[in-house]
């Protein structure tokens, strides 16, 4: 990662490479893993408010690929998908640029052969910081993934087995590309964990042994209040932000997926990784119970423009098309699933506002890209197309969904 300082701002330059490696997943034991710089998670790239990022991704694997910088609000030439660009083919290059306008927890990954490349680890983080962040005392970036793996050692890929309606879960589930490791925090401290749900279809029902923790962030950035809760569901594609601790010294806590049933039946617990408090720090956090304004775009009351039928866009195929938006349009649209499986809603491009669940209003206020569309359930949601007319798509982030065609195109227009 180079910084340059230009007349026009600070630009950040990062050479990506996404080649075939070695992944070490836990000592002893790896795969065939496909990784940004060689390496899961890709690399860690940090940057400021107003900051241009300029990434050269060289394709060095024997397939296509690109990358799709998911939460970003962007110009649609420089969304990744295949609909604004031919895929960069094997041995070829690509210039991602664009200004980043939004502080928050983003995340990159590829957007072809996402079943394979996603699940062979072509992703990483992606951390934009404001003026005016919470003060703590540490942080850490924790992208949460699991892999499914054949007898023989390597990646269960999709279409190897019949699981198209459900997803792909794997029995080895990561941290930051590796199997369940120990992470540490200092007793006495408060840190911002930034986690990023990475896996192919996995949902995390987070919880840190229990305790009690603060939400102060989601997919768009910090949320109006910190929400203090003791669990937290991260869907595929969606990230959280929270405020960590103090805990005691010499504790040890389980950070573990709480079952959920997210259609295919209860899950188990299922632990991700260790916590280990270690000798005590002092803390400076300062942790703020007014986090951000955030302005509502429609009232619960609002009138829907649009909906969008989960079943129909499940079974309708590659080539659906959504109705045109025009720039500067409010859209209230209803997400209604009648299918028996929870689906992540993703948007591209545009951050939203979830208006109403199952026709309640929400009791706290954030920017999201992605939303969980429960079963049977139905989710209103807001977002403003600002300008940036081009093509643009939404889809299932349970990326077997997406693969099988859950996912339509629709152009914003000027
Ligand atoms: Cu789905």
Redesign the pocket.
């Known amino acids: 990662m180079q910084i340059e300082t230009t007349p026009g701002g600070r630009k950040i330059a990062v050479q990506l490479e996404a080649r075939e490696f070695d992944w070490e997943f836990t000592p002893g034991r790896s795969i065939r893993g496909f990784g940004f710089a060689g390496q899961v998670p890709g690399p860690l790239l940090e940057a400021e408010v107003g900051d241009t990022l300029v990434v050269e991704l060289t394709n060095r694997l024997d397939q296509p690929t690109t990358i799709h910088w998911h939460g970003l609000r962007l110009p649609a030439p420089m969304d990744g998908t295949e609909a604004v660009q031919r895929a960069v083919a094997p041995g070829e290059s690509f210039e991602y640029r664009f200004v980043l306008p939004d502080a928050a927890t983003l995340w990159y990954h590829s957007h072809v052969n996402e079943t394979e490349q996603v699940e062979r680890g072509l992703y990483g983080a992606l951390v934009v910081r404001g003026s005016d962040e919470p003060a703590v005392d540490g942080e850490q970036v924790l992208i949460f993934d699991d892999l499914k793996l054949r007898a023989d050692g390597d990646v269960a890929l999709f279409g190897d087995e019949h699981e198209h309606h459900a ?1 792909r879960e794997g029995d080895v589930r990561l941290v930051n590309g590796r199997q369940e490791p120990e992470l540490e925090i200092s007793a006495g401290q408060i840190e911002r964990w930034r986690i990023v749900n990475a896996a192919n279809s996995r949902y995390v029902r987070l919880s840190l042994g229990g305790r009690p923790f603060s939400v102060i962030g989601t997919d768009g950035g910090l949320i109006g209040e910190p929400r203090e809760l003791t669990e937290v569901l991260v869907t595929p594609g969606e990230r959280v932000d929270l405020a960590v601790g103090p805990f005691e010294e010499g504790e040890l806590l389980d950070v573990t997926a709480l079952p959920y049933d997210r259609g295919k039946g209860e899950s188990e617990p299922e632990r991700f990784a260790t916590l280990r408090v270690g000798p005590a720090a002092p803390s400076q956090a300062d942790v703020p119970r007014a986090l951000r304004e955030i302005e509502p775009l429609v009232d619960s009351s609002a009138s829907p423009t649009r909906t969008i039928d989960m079943k129909a866009l ?1 079974h309708g195929g590659h080539h659906q098309r959504g109705e045109p938006v025009r720039v500067g349009d409010l859209q209230v649209w209803d997400l209604i699933n009648e299918t028996g ?1 929870d ?2 809603f993703h948007l591209h491009g545009f951050f939203f506002q979830v208006v109403t669940e199952d026709g309640k209003p929400r009791s706290f206020s954030s920017w999201e890209d992605t939303v969980n569309v429960p079963s049977n359930g139905q989710v209103r949601i807001a977002w403003l197309p600002d300008d940036r007319p081009g093509e643009w798509m939404y889809h ?1 982030h ?1 990326l077997e ?1 997406h693969a099988m065609g ?1 996912m339509a195109h629709f152009a914003v227009v000027s």
Do not use: E, K, S
Request: hydrophobic residues 35%; glycine residues 12%.
């Open positions: 997803g499940m499986q689906h992540p299932c349970i969904h859950m």
